[in-house]
């Protein structure tokens, strides 16, 4: 079974107080149901508007959150009702890599301290020699000069910083590497930059990512499988050539149709979504989309769609897609 990660009916609800004995309490639905997998040396990215939950699904994961409700299984295991010393053995597994490598890296810690932290936590080293070649090896596989070892954070542009980030997370040997919007504060030529050590390090260790952002554009170019979320849902899951080339959702459309394409003379129509996206307090009844959805009709308000079958291992939550089967010629793609 090539299955790494397996995310099952994932809910994270946060309550937010409210009035004496709870009469007004509210409760924000940030990840509300969400079922995925991630297959060992796989990348599934993670899309969605800033709010739509992504942020709270990486930090389920990691634990930082326990879940309301649903199971994360990890090489098999259980690891949403683990005791946190239960745990412990099992957190080297999945590294995350923050958005901001500023705030991220102890300013009053070396490289060598940062990086020598996890591999001493999770006793990977044989000795000082191993340890020395270890750090030694984290630097080249990151493609800084091993002498940077002595140095300071605020030493490094914020494109050499992140990779002291990515450094820090390899340095546990994990299975799966989260990425939380880890290119989003950089500067163009440096994303790129970033977004290309990535793949070759995914390619190299075989590793799984889960690539958490909200640019279609940098996805577009690195990933295997994609899952665009909206107010804590799925609405769309699928390989990157099928979504890209025939969505079939229309938040999915609408999203692809602002991603430039790089032929002249091939521009996509963009499609502008009106509004903004609704508060997960009190989330739209039916399709949580139909507020927004250019294609709403009545079925929309009152009944939520059900993640169905597009195509091979694609799949959309829409009620166009049930009416009319696959291919459905009403909802063709107008981003492609
Ligand atoms: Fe739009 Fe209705 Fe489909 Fe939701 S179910 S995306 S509102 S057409
Ligand atoms: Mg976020």
Same mark, same amino acid.
């Given at each position: ?66 879940? =309301? ?83 300071? *954070? ?51 260790? #075989? ?15 690195? =990933? ?44 996509? =129509? ?13 989330? *739209?009844?039916?399709?949580?989309? #139909? ?43 107008? =981003?492609?």
């Amino acid at each position: 079974d090539q299955t790494l990660l397996e995310v099952n009916d994932l809910k994270k609800h946060f309550a937010l107080g409210g009035g004496l004995f709870g009469r007004d309490a509210k409760v924000l639905k940030a990840v509300d149901g969400l079922s995925f997998t991630v297959a060992r040396g796989e990348t599934l990215s993670l899309v969605g508007e800033s709010g739509c939950g992504k942020s709270t699904v990486a930090k389920a994961l990691m634990r930082l959150y326990r879940p =309301t409700a649903g199971q994360v299984v990890l090489g098999g295991k259980r690891i949403d009702e683990l005791s946190d010393g239960a745990l412990r053995p099992m957190r080297r597994r999945i590294q995350m890599v923050f958005q901001d490598p500023f705030s991220s890296l102890n300013p009053r810690m070396r490289v060598r301290a940062i990086l020598a932290e996890p591999i001493r936590n999770f006793g990977l080293a044989k000795g000082r020699a191993d340890m020395e070649a270890r750090l030694g090896a984290l630097m080249e596989r990151v493609g800084l000069p091993r002498d940077a070892l002595g140095r300071f *954070p605020h030493e490094f542009s914020g494109g050499q910083r992140q990779r002291i980030g990515i450094a820090r997370a390899l340095a546990a040997e994990p299975d799966l590497i989260i990425c939380d919007e880890a290119v989003s504060a950089l500067d163009v030529s440096v994303k790129a930059q970033i977004v290309n050590l990535l793949c070759d390090l995914q390619r190299d260790l #075989h590793l799984a990512m889960l690539f958490i952002s909200h640019d279609l554009a940098i996805v577009e170019h690195m =990933t295997h499988r994609v899952a665009v979320m909206y107010l804590g849902k799925i609405v769309e899951i699928g390989p990157r050539r099928e979504l890209f080339t025939a969505p079939k959702h229309p938040y999915t459309q609408a999203l692809l149709s602002a991603v430039p394409v790089p032929e002249p003379g091939a521009a996509r =129509t963009r499609i502008v979504l009106k509004g903004d996206v609704p508060s997960p307090i009190a989330p *739209p009844p039916g399709c949580r989309f #139909h507020t927004r959805c250019p294609h709403a009709f009545d079925r929309c308000r009152t009944e939520v769609p059900k993640l169905l079958s597009v195509g091979r291992g694609h799949e959309a939550a829409c009620h166009l897609n049930e009416a009319s089967g696959e291919g459905t010629a009403h909802l063709s793609a107008s =981003t492609a």
